[in-house]
């Protein structure tokens, strides 16, 4: 099979999905073909942008506080929280991955070049092992693509607190 007919079935088959997931109608075709070009260049997060977006528009913080509770064992979000098997996760979106003080992290995480918005967060709550192998974080993952809006959203109000 030549890369074009690799590419085209991508193009297909991620067009497939953000119908089923979202219910979004065709808006999303134009992005879709973007981003499988840039699944086949390797950039799996890419496919996902669209689709958080969206579904951060509708997100509510505090379901995803609940959502939480699956985090918490490992971190706290509080501005100068201890870091605990996990680090500190206050300020998150939108920071370099791996830099919180104070806290030793995998050379996988440490090399990744990640910075965290929300279409890699959104990945790595789905799956943490699965893009960045090697992470320490174990975590199976949230599979409910809403759940994981929730939970970013909150992250995200406590980035940028509002009072
Ligand atoms: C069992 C403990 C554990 C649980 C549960 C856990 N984490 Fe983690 N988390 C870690 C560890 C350990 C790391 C550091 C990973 C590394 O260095 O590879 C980490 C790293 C992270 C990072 C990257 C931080 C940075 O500064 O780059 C984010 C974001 C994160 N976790 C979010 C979450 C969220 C959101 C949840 C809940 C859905 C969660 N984690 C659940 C242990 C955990």
Same mark, same amino acid.
Request: overall charge neutral.
């Given at each position: 099979m030549n890369i074009l007919k690799i590419i085209s079935l991508l193009a297909m088959l991620v067009s497939a999905g953000c119908a089923q997931e979202t219910?979004?109608?065709?808006?999303n075709d134009a992005n879709s073909a973007a981003d499988t070009a840039a699944s086949a260049n390797g950039d799996a997060g890419a496919e996902n942008e669209a689709d958080i977006d969206a579904l951060l528009a509708a997100a509510d913080p505090v379901l995803g506080k609940r959502q939480f509770i699956f985090c918490q064992a490992c971190h706290t979000v509080a501005a100068g929280g201890a870091n605990k098997l996990g680090p500190n996760?206050?300020?998150?979106?939108g920071k370099e991955a791996a830099? +919180? &003080?104070g806290f030793i992290f995998s050379a996988a995480l440490a090399e990744s070049g990640l910075v965290w918005d929300a279409a890699s967060l959104d990945q790595w709550i789905a799956n943490p092992a699965a893009m +960045? &192998?090697?992470?320490?974080?174990v975590f199976a993952g949230i599979r409910d693509p809403e759940q994981r809006a929730n939970l970013i959203a909150y992250l995200q109000e406590i980035a940028n607190p509002v009072d």
């Open positions: 219910g979004a109608p065709a808006s996760l206050a300020g998150i979106v830099v +919180v &003080p +960045v &192998p090697g992470t320490t974080m």
